[in-house]
């Protein structure tokens, strides 16, 4: 079968361009203006309780790959930075320190996940299906560890993330060849395991699940504003040496089971 492309990453130039574009002052408050609710997390005026999302993903833990520890940290106070600037009751999520990460390769989630994967009987057989196309993704000649500068805080259609470039064009060229040899497998084509959107260096921290008021969103904007200059001064970095698939029921637990295929840069 022929793969069908929906989509191409960006060029190494557009790439970064796009990233720091997408932390200036009039761009936050564009993205403010339109961000809604994700319906991924409910507050029950208590708690907050994650909604069903289930799917497969490639993806590099932050606290899985050595070295990141003081980024955990950086991030974690990030996440405290947004709600002690936004403190509206049940309308910030925040997702725990340990399901930060960075997704290489989307597979497949809801809907996709349940028809191709599921309801096809074939969840067991798909971690060694993926395993072969992690095999056929064969590193390049600069094999090693990848390093992504964490640079800002960017607010997406229903979350917010922190933004990551590639001062090393070599290293985010790296991260094309993996995916388009994941992309490429046919056995994945078949069932539906496709490229949908470009590669976006971040790591989500938070989710949005209140339809914000006017007067909140200039907030938002403004708190991400402030802290963004705040985390110019350390720009963490993100060290990447490995990836593997991981089965989520919703967006805040990754879990990687024994068997589970990984890949080393």
Known sequence: MTTTIL????????????????????RLMERALAVRPSGNY?????????????????ISMADENPGNESLVTVLRAMATGLTERCPWEGSIYL??????????????????FLDHVVHAGLEAEYPGMVG????????????????????????????LGVLGVFENAADYQRILHFR???????DLAALDVRMTRPFIGHITLAYIETDLTGEQRQQLAAAVHALNGQLKKVEPIFSISSTGLRRYDNL??????????????
């Open 95 to 112: 997702l725990p320190a340990d399901s930060y990460h960075q997704t290489v390769a989307n597979t497949l989630s809801e809907k996709r």
């Open 252 to 265: 805040s637990v990754f879990r990687r089971k024994d068997g589970f295929p990984r890949y080393h840069f």
């Open 180 to 186: 388009i040899g994941f992309y490429s497998d046919r």
């Open 132 to 159: 072969k196309a992690l095999q056929g993704t064969a590193p390049g000649a600069q094999a090693g560890l990848l390093a992504m500068k964490m640079i800002g805080l960017s607010i997406f259609g229903t979350a």
């Open 42 to 58: 409910r507050y029950d005026g208590n708690k907050w309780e994650p909604q069903s999302y289930p799917g497969f993903a490639v």
């Open 7 to 26: 989509t191409k990453d960006l060029s190494f130039d557009e790439y970064t361009a796009r990233q720091y574009r997408e932390l200036a002052s009039d």
